[in-house]
C-alpha cells in the first residue's frame, strides 16, 4: 500500500519560499504515475498545485506557476515543492498525492501539513 | 483552464434520504477516443485528506458503499447517495483530470 508524509517548516516568512517534501513508501517514484501537490486553505476549498512525472516532466496550475517548482528526488524515492514570494495568501495545508493507476483521480493521499505565511 | 462549479454550496438531508450532488464543468471532460469522462468525485471529513470515492465519473473505488454513485457525461455530473448515512456528513468535491486537474468548490453535507 502506497503511502506518503509530508515534512517541511510549519513557518515561513512573507516573501520568503516555501519548501515541502514528501516521502513515498510502499512503491517506487519511477512508478507510472504523476505525483502531485493539492493545497487547502483554513475553511477553504482544494487547489490543485502541479504535478510531476519521475522523468522530470510537470504540469503548473497557471496561477502559480510563475512561482512554483516541483522536483524529484528518486534515490531518496520523494519529491518535493518550492513555492516562492510567499504571502498570507499561500496559508493553507499541503497535501501531497498520486493517481491511480488506471486514471489521473488521485487514490494516495498524505495527511497534510499545515504551513502558515507569517512573519 | 476548466472551471469547475458544484451546487449547491450545502445542503441538509435527513438519514436514510437521498442527497445529490450537482458538478458542472466549463468544457466537455468527455475523451471521444476512449468515450471516457475525466471526471472523479471526493469525500472529505473535518481534519483528514479527501478520499477517492469515484473515477470516470461513474467508476466506484474499491471499498466504496454502494449507495454512492455517480453520473453524467460531457459537461454535467451529479454525485448520488442513496440513502444518507451519519458517516457521510462531509464535504464533498468534484475534480476534473481531462485538462491538468481543477476541483470544484466544494458541497457541504449535513443532517437535517
Known amino acids: 500500500q502506497v503511502q506518503l508524509q509530508e515534512s517541511g517548516p510549519g513557518l515561513v516568512k512573507p516573501s520568503g519560499t516555501l519548501s515541502l517534501t514528501c516521502a513515498v513508501s510502499?512503491?517506487?517514484?519511477?512508478?507510472?504515475?504523476?505525483w502531485t501537490w493539492v493545497r487547502q486553505p483554513p475553511g477553504k476549498g482544494l487547489e490543485w498545485i502541479g504535478e510531476i512525472w519521475h522523468s522530470g516532466s510537470t504540469n503548473y496550475n497557471p496561477s502559480l506557476k510563475s512561482r512554483v517548482t516541483i522536483s524529484v528526488d528518486k534515490s531518496k524515492n520523494q519529491f518535493s515543492l518550492k513555492l516562492s514570494s510567499v504571502t498570507a495568501a499561500d496559508t493553507a495545508v499541503y497535501y501531497c498525492?498520486?493517481?491511480?493507476?488506471?486514471?489521473?483521480?488521485?487514490?494516495?493521499w498524505g495527511q497534510g501539513t499545515l504551513v502558515t505565511v507569517s512573519s | 483552464d476548466i472551471v469547475m462549479t458544484q451546487s449547491p454550496d450545502s445542503l441538509a438531508v435527513s438519514l436514510g434520504e437521498r442527497a445529490t450532488i450537482n458538478c458542472k464543468s466549463s468544457q466537455s471532460v468527455l475523451y471521444s477516443s476512449n468515450n471516457k469522462n475525466y471526471l472523479a468525485w471526493y469525500q472529505q471529513k473535518p481534519g483528514q485528506p479527501p478520499k477517492l470515492l469515484i473515477y470516470?465519473?461513474?467508476t466506484r473505488e474499491s471499498g466504496v458503499p454502494d449507495r454512492f454513485s455517480g453520473s453524467g457525461s460531457g459537461t454535467d455530473f451529479t454525485l448520488t447517495i442513496s440513502s444518507l448515512q451519519a458517516e457521510d456528513v462531509a464535504v464533498y468535491y468534484c475534480q476534473q483530470y481531462y485538462n491538468t486537474r481543477t476541483f470544484g468548490q466544494g458541497t457541504k453535507v449535513e443532517v437535517k
Open positions: 470516470w465519473a461513474s
Open positions: 498525492a498520486r493517481d491511480t493507476d488506471v486514471s489521473g483521480a488521485f487514490a494516495y
Open positions: 510502499g512503491g517506487s517514484i519511477s512508478s507510472t504515475n504523476w
